[in-house]
């Protein structure tokens, strides 16, 4: 097993890595204390059988630059082959502002393919490679060096058998003509606004029970002044105060530090110093904010007249035609989207791209009362009215 420590052997790699179609890429992190992650192990693998083409990369060793490796991120003649990409994909946009492209994420491969939803790469290293995979060490102090045996086993683990699965889902995807679905669902992936938390926006994703304009209007500042405060200091939001705390927090509208230590779910920390004052004032500009420029919830959806049995109906579609294709069924259209269909919405994902030609016209169809369906046995198949 080969540990690169240094920019020049890395870029020898990563040199000989643009000859070949394809690299597989896997990263190990911690996050537990920060905002970012922080990123302690790369590994890589070039096309092959065993483990002569796979590297683990050290990038806290002093001195290496992972500006090689972004440079191959670059070659658009080799694909990048992850395995649930989305954590990976952050670390390197956050550090470098690059995307590995092509990409090839074959968690989604497998949805398109019919393994199921959220697959994991267990199971996949098991149905496809059929290998066993220790995953004792998944959970170690990535940042502590030297890095065990077992530690390194496993982390080489994560791309060799990559190789394979890759191989495997790539040749399936190209037999069903479903490459193209793939591509489409990894757009969201390699768009910066899915790894962007923009502080005025924080609170969006902050769960509430009320929708006063005001009440989410010091929300919206509370949420603000946390995410900044983290993101600057490299803490994890929680680590500020916890969306709980700052709820209680909107709804009693702590105007003295008197008040503010009254707060039941308020961390020590928040109690003084820095982050008092900026909860403190926080409050203060949403209690003060014009009446114009406070935010308001989408609640389009929560008015929706669902038909319920229209929904039913739906959702047993969903099911054959996601059996028939070989596709995950929360891929095409998660519950609260059939909703949506059955209230009348059209600007429905489920409706949109490749998802339309498996589920979306068809679904459409039922809506209108153009097609039943009928069950026979197990199966349920389509039936046209007149």
């Known amino acids: 097993m080969r540990t690169l420590t240094t920019t020049e052997e890395l870029a020898a790699y990563c040199e ?23 990123l302690c192990l790369v590994q890589l693998a070039m096309p092959g059988t065993d483990d002569s083409g796979a590297v683990l990369v050290d990038p806290l060793a002093e001195g290496l630059s992972l500006e090689p490796l972004y440079k191959l991120f670059r070659d658009v003649t080799v694909v990048k082959v992850f395995h649930a990409a989305r954590q990976d994909l952050e670390i390197f946009f956050v550090d470098a502002g690059v995307f590995p492209i092509p990409l090839f994420d074959t968690q989604v491969a497998a949805m398109v393919c019919g393994f199921g939803e959220q697959v994991g790469y267990e199971t996949l290293v098991r149905k496809i490679a059929k290998a066993p995979l220790d995953k004792t060490s998944r959970f170690t102090d990535w940042s502590r060096r030297p890095l065990t045996e077992a530690q390194k086993t496993y982390a080489l683990a994560d791309v060799t058998h990559l190789r394979q699965i890759y191989e495997f889902l790539a040749a399936r995807l190209e037999e069903t003509g479903r490459s193209a679905w793939v591509e489409e669902e990894l757009k969201t992936l390699l768009s910066p606004d899915t790894y962007t938390v923009a502080p005025d926006q924080a609170w969006k994703r902050v769960k509430t029970r009320t929708n006063s304009a005001r009440f989410l209007g010091i929300v919206r500042e509370l949420a603000a002044f946390r995410e900044t405060y983290a993101q600057e200091r490299n803490i994890p939001r929680n680590r500020v105060y916890k969306d709980d705390a700052l709820v209680e927090l909107a709804s009693n509208k702590p105007q003295t530090l008197e008040e503010l230590n009254r707060a039941r779910l308020l961390l020590r920390e928040a109690r003084r110093g820095e982050i008092a ?61 059939l909703d949506a269909i059955a209230a009348g919405l059209r600007d429905v994902d489920a409706l949109t791209g490749w998802r ?27 039936v046209e009215l007149d």
């Open 356 to 382: 339309r030609e498996v589920f979306g016209k068809d679904a459409l169809r039922l809506c209108d009362g153009k097609i039943a369906l009928a069950a026979k046995g197990q199966s349920v198949r389509v």
């Open 16 to 38: 000989e890595a643009a000859k070949h179609p394809y690299v597989t890429v896997d990263t190990e992190f911690l996050r537990e204390r920060t905002y970012y992650s922080k």
């Open 277 to 337: 004052d900026g909860i403190l004032e926080a409050v203060k500009r949403g209690v003060n904010i014009a009446a114009d420029r406070l935010p308001k919830a989408d609640t389009s959806r929560e008015k929706l007249q669902v038909n319920p049995a229209l929904a039913d109906l739906l959702r047993v579609l969903l099911k054959a035609k996601t059996e028939s294709a070989g596709v995950a069924a929360k891929l095409i259209a998660p519950a609260a989207d």
